[in-house]
């Protein structure tokens, strides 16, 4: 089974840029379905991108046209690219990669926009 470690989060000015990334071990990560999500203070956790195996995507309203998300199976690894950020991003991200309705998750990676 797969197993996903986060990174990228940080602090950042409001209109800032980060790019995250979820980095998986075991094999045959391009079997599964990732995608993204992230859980604000005092908010329900929520999905902000997904990709598929082929590579389509799928974004939440909130973050289209700010938010890419992408893959390289070469190296086992999911990204978010993350521009124009906002405060209301505030948020700790998680990667999710999803098999045959068996789900794993990763532990999460903080994002703090602020000036």
């Known amino acids: 089974q797969v197993q996903l470690v986060e990174s990228g989060g940080d602090l950042v000015q409001p209109g800032g840029s980060l790019r995250l990334s979820c980095s998986a071990s075991g094999s045959r990560f391009s079997i599964y379905a990732l995608s993204w999500y992230r859980q604000g203070p005092g908010k329900e956790r929520e999905l902000v991108a997904g990709i598929t195996r082929s590579s389509n995507t799928n974004y939440a309203d909130s973050v289209k046209g700010r938010f890419t998300i992408s893959r390289d199976n070469a190296k086992n690894t999911v990204y978010l690219q993350m521009n124009s950020l906002k405060p209301e991003d505030t948020a700790v991200y998680y990667c999710?990669?999803?098999?045959?309705?068996?789900?794993?998750w990763g532990q999460g990676t903080q994002v703090t926009v602020s000036s």
């Open positions: 999710k990669a999803v098999f045959m309705g068996n789900a794993v």
